[in-house]
């Protein structure tokens, strides 16, 4: 069959094809929000037209199938209009409050989870894994499902002092925003690479391997025609392997899971935040990650039962000091936690009025 | 078709939570590539090892980027994944479809690819995951005659993403949707004709909520904002403390600039005072709303930690007004890349050219005033530059002061 | 100049490159407008077309985009050349 030809530089269709009429019709114009359960919320405009949203859980990575049943059932209840949430939700709306909960109804007997909105735990921001990239020092999607089934109760009914914002990266280029989250699990490298010396010439470049490395770690191993790496100065970042495939830095035991705290992107109350090391490693234990998910449960919990009302994590935190939060948590102090890197200066601790 | 044993993976699909195994099973059942990607999938979680090569040379004609490649180290074990490549689809603007357009989205990549997807990738294309070389341009004619361009990868403009915006939220201060729109319009060339050091990206959020998480992970932030006052609806204001609210607690004492004022009846803002951190609104929707000037702050600079360390965006232009053709925003834009291209090593972000240039040099060339607003405290050190220009400027001032006898610090 | 004989330069430039640098675009287009001073703008939209039609290539590897001379393989696969 011939092909239909191609067009260039269109970009995407334009949205506007694609929003209900009750959307259109208030764009821009909404007065007031509520949220009525952690699956549902109502949006109010001016003109007082209502929308309402039900928010179902998604693993991100999922089948035609099932974006074909989002499908029918937005044509069932939402004249086929639905939309997906930067954190990889799926939203169905509502013009018509009679056929909401009929929606519920028809989505709880098809298996789809409504949750999400409001002060609890909402979908896990990831990265690929090793179900698509080169670079994992493990899988996101299985470790998102761990934590999540551990911690699915505060995405459906158990509300927080605030929203707890989740992310895994499968690698320090932490695709995505894991740096700015409430707690987020990072896969780390422990080994220097090896260097596969007879590829070398082939595949990489000398002048971009030695200019890739933060820690200038790498220096030229002329009898080989390839590189040596200094390992007192390796800190198994992987940007060598980035920009030369021989330079392998995978190693099945020793990858492992290093776990950040108390970022947030929002302003609100407080600046932005980068999340800090806690946990400088765990084994990396397909296909549950036990532990992990244990070390984060037991976090959510302590800053559950110890945060003020609208305190994030990063908030809470401050207000009582890192060492109260490693003193409540019992989490071990470690050499890991103390910056020797870029931000040794702004981290290091300049007054003697501390907490014991 | 090969059955694959999965007993690890297997056991993902237990629990409440959706399970990503289910669904690749489900697209397994009638797909070969999909069967496959079960299959190595388990291998890896038996292995504890990714065997994804690192890309290789693919994409459709013409273009430099939209298509991630992706080969398998086994693929002759599992022939369903030698080739796996992605392919990027521009999303539309704040990710709403009609089952229609999903549909056939799903239609066509049935037809060439795994029936895998993540709806979206963190960059926030749709990801169409698993396909073979020699099918890209297939799946490029069937996608573009449909109104369905790609997204972008690679050393170029990335796909920009914006927040849901005055489609379905009253924070907004501009409209996130439409300038996505446009912005990704304007500049197509950028994004599909890698020209740049390295990659750049957007990201659009109506309000300092930052839905997008785009202070912290695009080279571009714009974040909206105001600038008139808070406007108070004291009846709502009794409505919540009627229903439960703790103003003093909740509202006033976590106003971070003690703006705010409550006596039990009547709420008052010092809105000379607010630095419009977004709380007491987010907190009590129904009685506070902003009103006056309605805009953007562009900030600059935000990536992960390669290669030294992370960066949060640093604001650069305090306000902006954003209205269609967004004229100042897009010259601003051509400016800032103008100054990148020209200063940057390979591989460099933004981020880190200012910090390697300075910022002063960054902001002399795209024409931005140095203002209070743009730090958090003055530099501590002493050592600075004087050139000769600063030290005319402050003569010339002293000057002034001389002749009307007044200081002018 | 005409854009044929523009082009040709262009290929000798990336050929002269291959195996020893990876070319941006921006590599290609300052070093073209300084051996033979023609307009930056001219010099890219002559490359561009030859991006269009095959005769060059994006390529991506090292982290960073480069525009090479294409494979056999490559044009097999796109059915420029049987
Ligand atoms: C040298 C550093 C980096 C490397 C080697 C790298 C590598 C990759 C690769 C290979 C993918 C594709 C995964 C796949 O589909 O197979 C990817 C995706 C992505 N990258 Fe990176 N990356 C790097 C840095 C970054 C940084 C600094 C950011 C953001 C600040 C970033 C953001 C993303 C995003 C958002 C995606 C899409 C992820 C998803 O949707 O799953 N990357 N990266
Ligand atoms: C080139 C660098 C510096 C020079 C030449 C310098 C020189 C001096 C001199 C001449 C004095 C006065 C001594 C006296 O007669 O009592 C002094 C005092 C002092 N300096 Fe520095 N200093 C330098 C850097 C610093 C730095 C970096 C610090 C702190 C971080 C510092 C902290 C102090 C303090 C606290 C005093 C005592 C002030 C006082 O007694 O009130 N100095 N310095
Ligand atoms: C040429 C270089 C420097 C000279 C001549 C110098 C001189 C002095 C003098 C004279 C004092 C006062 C001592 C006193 O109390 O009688 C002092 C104090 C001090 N200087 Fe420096 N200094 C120099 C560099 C630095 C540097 C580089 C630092 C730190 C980075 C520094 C940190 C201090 C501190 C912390 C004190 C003690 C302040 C205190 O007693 O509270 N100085 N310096
Ligand atoms: C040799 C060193 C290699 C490096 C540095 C590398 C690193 C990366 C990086 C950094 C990304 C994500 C890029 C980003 O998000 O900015 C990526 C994905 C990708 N890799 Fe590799 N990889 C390598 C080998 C290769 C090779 C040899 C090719 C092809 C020649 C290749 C093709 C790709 C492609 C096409 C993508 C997706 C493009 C993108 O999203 O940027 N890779 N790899
Ligand atoms: S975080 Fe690392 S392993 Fe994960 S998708 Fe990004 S580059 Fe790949
Ligand atoms: S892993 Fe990172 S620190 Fe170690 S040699 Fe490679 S680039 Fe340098
Ligand atoms: S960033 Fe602000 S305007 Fe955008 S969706 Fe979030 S709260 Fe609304
Ligand atoms: S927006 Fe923030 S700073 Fe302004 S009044 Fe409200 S809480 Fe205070």
């Not at chain 1, 991100?60 to 209840?77: G, M, N, P, S, V």
């Not at chain 2, 105001?226 to 509202?251: F, L, P, S, T």
């Not at chain 3, 095959?54 to 985009?65: F, K, P, V």
Request: net charge positive; charged share 25%.
């Amino acid at each position: 069959m011939a092909l239909p030809q191609r067009k260039t530089d269109i970009g995407p269709p334009n949205f506007e094809q694609f929003l209900p009429p009750v959307i259109k019709k208030n764009y821009g114009k909404w007065k007031y929000h509520e949220v009525l359960t952690p699956g549902t919320m109502v949006h109010v405009a001016e003109s007082g037209d209502k929308l309402w949203t039900v928010r179902v859980a998604s693993p991100r990575l999922i089948a035609t199938d099932t974006i074909r049943e989002h499908c029918d059932i937005a044509e069932k209840y939402c004249d086929g209009h639905l939309r997906y949430t930067t954190r990889n939700n799926v939203e169905f709306l509502v013009s018509d409050e009679s056929k909401l909960e009929p929606l519920k109804k028809d989505l709880t007997a098809r298996g789809f989870k409504m949750g999400g909105i409001g002060y609890g735990i909402s979908n896990i921001v990831h990265t690929q894994g090793w179900v698509h990239c080169h670079s994992a020092a493990t899988d996101a999607s299985g470790l998102v499902k761990s934590m999540m089934d551990e911690l699915y109760e505060y995405f459906e009914s158990k509300r927080l002092p605030n929203k707890l914002r989740l992310a895994v990266a499968c690698c320090v280029n932490m695709c995505g925003a894991v740096h700015c989250s409430d707690i987020a699990i990072v896969a780390v490298h422990t080994k220097i690479p090896t260097i596969a010396h007879a590829n070398f010439k082939n595949m990489c470049e000398l002048p971009t391997v030695i200019g890739s490395c933060p820690t200038r770690a790498i220096s030229p191993d002329t009898a080989q025609k390839s590189v040596k790496i200094n390992p007192e100065k390796c800190m198994f970042c992987g940007n060598c392997f980035t920009v030369c495939p021989p330079m392998s830095i995978k190693d099945p035991e020793r990858d492992g899971i290093a776990i950040v705290v108390g970022g947030k992107v929002s302003t609100l109350r407080t600046n932005p935040k980068f999340s800090k090391l806690v946990i400088p490693y765990i084994s990396n234990e397909p296909p549950r990650w036990p532990k992990v998910v244990a070390a984060v449960k037991h976090i959510v919990e302590v800053y559950a039962a110890n945060a003020r009302k609208h305190e994030r994590v990063g908030e809470w935190i401050e207000r009582v000091g890192w060492e109260r939060f490693f003193s409540l948590t019992g989490i071990d102090f470690t050499f890991h936690s103390i910056d020797d890197f870029t931000f040794m200066r702004d981290t290091l601790r300049t007054s003697p009025a501390f907490k014991w | 078709m090969k059955k694959y044993n999965t007993p690890l993976i297997d056991d993902l699909e237990k629990g409440p939570w959706p399970s990503f195994v289910t669904e690749m099973k489900k697209a397994a059942k009638n797909n070969e590539m999909a069967n496959d990607a079960l299959g190595h999938l388990e291998k890896c979680y038996s292995t504890k090892v990714g065997y994804w090569k690192h890309g290789g040379i693919v994409g459709v004609l013409g273009y430099g980027g939209g298509v991630i490649g992706r080969y398998s180290e086994l693929g002759e074990e599992f022939p369903g994944v030698a080739h796996f490549h992605t392919v990027r689809l521009n999303q539309p603007s704040g990710f709403f479809y009609t089952s229609k357009a999903l549909k056939e989205i799903c239609d066509i990549w049935d037809k060439y690819g795994s029936g895998l997807t993540n709806m979206h990738g963190s960059t926030g294309d749709v990801v169409l995951l698993g396909c073979r070389t020699e099918s890209l341009e297939a799946v490029f004619a069937e996608y573009s005659s449909r109104g369905w361009d790609l997204g972008s990868s690679g050393s170029a403009l990335r796909t920009p993403s914006c927040c849901v915006g005055p489609a379905r939220c009253e924070w907004a201060n501009y409209d996130t949707l439409g300038l996505n729109y446009a912005l990704t319009q304007e500049f197509q060339d950028e994004m599909h004709r890698p020209s740049f050091s390295y990659k750049f990206k957007f990201k659009l959020s109506g309000c300092a909520c930052d839905c997008v998480a785009s202070l912290a992970r695009s080279d571009m932030s714009i974040i909206g904002t105001w600038k008139g006052n808070i406007v108070i609806d004291q009846a709502e204001v009794k409505n919540y403390a009627k229903n439960g609210m703790d103003i003093n607690a909740e509202i006033v004492n976590m106003c971070p600039t003690q703006c705010i004022s409550y006596d039990g009846k009547e709420m008052k803002i010092d809105n000379a005072e607010c630095n419009r951190c977004m709380h007491c609104i987010a907190k009590m929707t129904k009685a506070l709303k902003p009103s006056g000037e309605k805009g953007a702050t562009i900030c600059i600079g935000s990536k992960a930690p390669i290669v030294v360390g992370s960066l949060l965006s640093w604001v650069i232009v305090p306000f902006i007004k954003l209205e269609p053709p967004y004229t100042e925003l897009k010259d601003l834009i051509r400016k800032i890349w103008d100054w990148w291209d020209e200063n940057a090593k390979p591989r460099e972000r933004i981020g880190e050219v200012i910090e390697m240039k300075g910022m002063r040099s960054f902001l002399e060339y795209i024409g931005v005033p140095p203002m209070p607003q743009q730090i958090k405290e003055p530099r501590k050190d002493p050592f600075m530059f004087y050139t000769e220009d600063d030290i005319a400027s402050f003569k010339t001032k002293e000057a002034e002061e001389k002749k009307t006898g007044k200081y002018k610090f | 100049m005409e854009t044929a004989e523009l082009q040709d330069k262009i290929f000798a430039f990336v050929q002269a490159a291959q195996g020893k640098k990876k070319l941006k675009e921006k590599d290609i287009i300052n070093g073209m407008n300084a051996e033979t001073g023609i307009d930056k703008d001219v010099v890219k939209k002559a490359m561009r077309g030859m991006i269009d039609v095959g005769r060059l290539m994006y390529s991506y590897g090292g982290g960073a985009s480069s525009v090479e001379i294409p494979s056999e393989e490559y044009l097999r696969e796109k059915g420029l050349i049987k």
